[in-house]
């Protein structure tokens, strides 16, 4: 597509269950990266993809997060049993690649969690 | 390690006013420079760049100057519109990979 395109757009959510959002790319960019943003926080990195294996997993905060993609193109993160301290935006970026310097990433314009 | 730490905000100014947005970086080797804008409502969007010291990354009157003996990234705009206001962030690039980037600094611009 045109842009980085992610959903929800809005999510809310009770405490303890599970929600799943959806990145979909720049169709090309073989990097995918994952971030969140707190309230009054900057971007915290939770995962990068290149292509569907996620050679950088380090930012993801605990065992309830994780995050896969498949055919090189949708990533799908998945939070597990939702705590109130996991309502943020969920921010989704992409690029043509992890070795190109010349261009920063694409965002999306982010989902935001609500876990009340 | 790596960060980024940017000046706080939020930043009031007059239309037409010089803006000044410090960022400041800690990295090892040779990481990329980045600005981006978040305009409220909207995603982050990717506003100057610059990829070795001295550098200077320049867009929408907009510029910064990868400084390497100072650490920094320094964002500034001889006069700003009232349509500037939004979200700065300052970001790093290391290993090709992983983006490392400042809490933001909010602009207000009053007519």
């Known amino acids: 597509g045109a842009g980085v395109s992610q959903s929800p757009s809005n999510k809310v959510t009770e405490k303890g269950k599970d929600v799943e959002l959806r990145c979909d790319p720049i169709?090309?960019?073989?990097?995918l990266y994952w971030y969140r943003q707190s309230l009054g926080q900057g971007l915290e990195f939770l995962i990068y993809f290149q292509g569907n294996s996620a050679p950088d997993k380090s930012g993801l905060p605990s065992d309830r997060f994780s995050a896969e993609r498949t055919g090189g193109s949708v990533s799908t993160l998945t939070i597990q049993r939702t705590q109130q301290e996991d309502s943020a935006v969920y921010l989704c970026?992409?690029?043509?690649?992890?070795?190109?310097?010349?261009?920063?990433?694409?965002f999306g314009s982010g989902t935001r969690l609500t876990v009340v | 390690g790596n960060s980024v730490t940017q000046m706080e905000g939020p930043v009031t100014l007059s239309e037409e006013a010089f803006l000044t947005i410090n960022c400041t970086y800690t990295?090892?080797?040779?990481?990329?420079l980045f600005w981006y804008v978040q305009y409220p409502g909207e995603g982050l969007q990717l506003l100057l760049k610059?990829?070795?010291?001295?550098d200077k990354g320049s867009n929408k009157g907009f510029e910064a100057t990868y400084r390497k003996e100072t650490t920094s990234f320094h964002l500034e705009k001889g006069s700003v519109q009232v349509s500037d206001s939004a979200v700065y962030f300052c970001a790093l690039l290391y290993n090709f990979n992983k983006f490392y980037f400042g809490s933001g600094t909010k602009l207000n611009v009053k007519p």
């Open positions: 610059a990829t070795k010291a001295d």
């Open positions: 970026a992409s690029s043509l690649g992890s070795r190109n310097q010349n261009y920063g990433y694409t």
């Open positions: 169709s090309g960019h073989t990097a």
């Open positions: 990295a090892t080797g040779y990481p990329s």
